[in-house]
């Protein structure tokens, strides 16, 4: 079992940044693949950013983010990271973690941690 803890949200105005941070509980090959989510009410589930490290490092950030946000994983703290600039109201959702053997298979989930982006 592998248990994930988020952290960094925060209420930013536009413009801002923030860095999450996603720990893993410890280092397995079940956290191979690690990413970002992130829900509003009312809106489904979407998908931020991926890091996968089995085998080959690959990343991917969804279109609305790419240019404004950077994911990264510090792999002997097993840390995931989401770089976050330039911050718009239409970012505000919980983001959550998830960790998986594969991208197809995401078996863990945090609790999430809040962004809110003001006008």
């Known amino acids: 079992q592998v248990q994930l803890a988020e952290s960094g949200g925060d209420s930013v105005q536009a413009g801002g940044s923030l860095t999450l941070s996603c720990a893993a509980s410890r280092y397995s090959d079940e956290t191979n693949c690690m990413g970002w989510f992130r829900q509003s009410p009312g809106k489904e589930r979407e998908r931020v950013a991926i890091f996968f490290t089995g085998g080959t490092t690959q990343t991917w950030l969804t279109h609305s983010v790419r240019d404004r946000f950077t994911i990264s994983k510090d792999t002997f703290n097993n840390t995931l990271y989401l770089q976050m600039n330039s911050l718009q109201p239409e970012d505000t959702a919980m983001y959550i973690c998830?960790?998986?053997?594969?991208?197809?298979?995401?078996?863990?989930w945090g609790q999430g941690t809040q962004v809110t982006v003001s006008s």
């Open positions: 998830a960790a998986g053997p594969n991208c197809a298979a995401l078996t863990f």
